[in-house]
């Protein structure tokens, strides 16, 4: 059983900061990718940034230059740095996990979301 559990969301006035983590256990031989992902009430759930296991990283357009996306792959943790935070980016974001198991097989996992509320 593989969980992802995430912390860091909260209520913060515009041009804030806010760092979200995700924490991921269970039975994983490794983890492809990690990323975050976000879902506005009424709208469809969006990538915000992705990363995977060399580093490499990918965000969307509407968080470059704000928002910074890291991993410690020893503590199989991902963390999201959201800075000059606007009120478009109140939602509920949510940790993703490609995560592949021993017999070779990936597996997308989610975490339960975590609610950020930018303030005006």
């Known amino acids: 059983q593989v969980q992802l559990v995430e912390s860091g969301g909260g209520l913060v006035q515009a041009g804030g900061s806010l760092r979200l983590s995700c924490a991921v256990s269970?039975?994983?031989?490794?983890?492809?990718?990690m990323g975050w992902y976000r879902q506005a009430p009424g709208k469809q759930r969006e990538l915000v940034a992705a990363i995977t296991s060399d580093g490499t990283t990918n965000y969307a357009d509407f968080v470059k230059d704000r928002f910074t996306l890291s991993r410690d792959n020893a503590k199989k943790m991902v963390y999201l740095q959201m800075n000059s935070l606007k009120p478009e980016d109140t939602a509920v974001y949510y940790c993703n996990a490609v995560v592949r198991s021993r017999f070779g097989r990936l597996y997308d996992y989610w975490g339960q979301g975590t609610q950020v509320t930018v303030s005006s």
């Open positions: 269970g039975s994983i031989f490794s983890i492809n990718i």
